[in-house]
């Protein structure tokens, strides 16, 4: 099975920016998507950005313009490059891999890295 861990989260000013990195263990093939998500307290869990194994992008509309999602499947890892950073993207991020498969789709989710935007 897949196993993702974040790395990158942190305090950061409003403005600034951030790059999230998830690296997984276990075989991730070109049919994988692989997205970021966002939770924050008392919040439900929201998509940040997708990409496909052909570098298909998808981003949620109040990250469009400052964030960017990028991977690298020879070295089983998703990146998220956060830019002009807001209070309001405080939260905590994860990284997903969803996997097709005939009986149901899989999701695997790693444990999630701390971002907190603040002056």
Avoid: H
């Avoid at 950061?12 to 997984?24: I, T």
């Amino acid at each position: 099975q897949v196993q993702l861990v974040e790395s990158g989260g942190g305090l950061v000013q409003p403005g600034g920016s951030l790059s999230l990195s998830c690296a997984g263990s276990g075989r991730i093939f070109s049919i994988d998507v692989m997205g970021w998500y966002r939770q924050a307290p008392g919040k439900q869990r929201e998509l940040v950005a997708t990409i496909t194994g052909s570098s298909r992008t998808n981003y949620a509309d109040f990250v469009k313009g400052r964030f960017t999602i990028s991977r690298d499947n020879a070295k089983n890892t998703v990146y998220l490059q956060m830019n002009s950073l807001k209070p309001e993207d405080t939260a905590s991020y994860y990284c997903n891999l969803r996997r097709p498969v005939v009986s149901a789709t899989s999701d695997y989710w790693g444990q999630g890295t701390q971002v907190t935007v603040s002056s």
